[in-house]
C-alpha cells in the first residue's frame, strides 16, 4: 500500500499530462517505478512472508519493472504531413 501511494504522489509531481506540480522529468519516474518494481517483486522475502503469499507481488513487481524498461520518454511516431 506504501508503493501505490508513492506512485500517486510522484506521479502527481510528473511533468506529463496529468501531473499537478510537474517538477519531476518521465525518465525520473521510470526510475521510481523500476524501483518501486523491484522492492515489491522482493517483498515476500524481504519482509518474511513468502510462505504465505508470494506469486502476485512477484509478478506485478516484475510487470512493473518491464512497463517502466519499455516506456518511451518521447512521441515514438512522426507527425503526417498535411493534405
Given at each position: 500500500m506504501?508503493?501505490?501511494?508513492?506512485?500517486?504522489v510522484y506521479?502527481?509531481?510528473?511533468?506529463?499530462?496529468?501531473?499537478l506540480v510537474?517538477?519531476?522529468g518521465v525518465?525520473g519516474?521510470?526510475?521510481?517505478?523500476?524501483?518501486?518494481g523491484v522492492?515489491?517483486?522482493?517483498?515476500?522475502?524481504?519482509?518474511?512472508?513468502?510462505?504465505?503469499?508470494?506469486?502476485?507481488?512477484?509478478?506485478?513487481?516484475?510487470?512493473?519493472?518491464a512497463?517502466a524498461?519499455?516506456?518511451?520518454?518521447?512521441?515514438?511516431?512522426?507527425?503526417?504531413?498535411a493534405?
Open positions: 506504501i508503493l501505490g501511494a508513492a506512485a500517486i506521479s502527481l509531481f510528473t511533468d506529463y499530462e496529468w501531473g510537474k517538477s519531476l525518465p519516474h521510470l526510475a521510481l517505478d523500476t524501483v518501486s522492492i515489491l517483486a522482493a517483498s515476500p522475502w524481504f519482509f518474511g512472508f513468502a510462505e504465505l503469499v508470494w506469486w502476485p507481488h512477484l509478478i506485478l513487481g516484475l510487470f512493473e519493472i512497463a524498461l519499455f516506456t518511451q520518454t518521447a512521441p515514438g511516431y512522426r507527425a503526417r504531413p493534405r
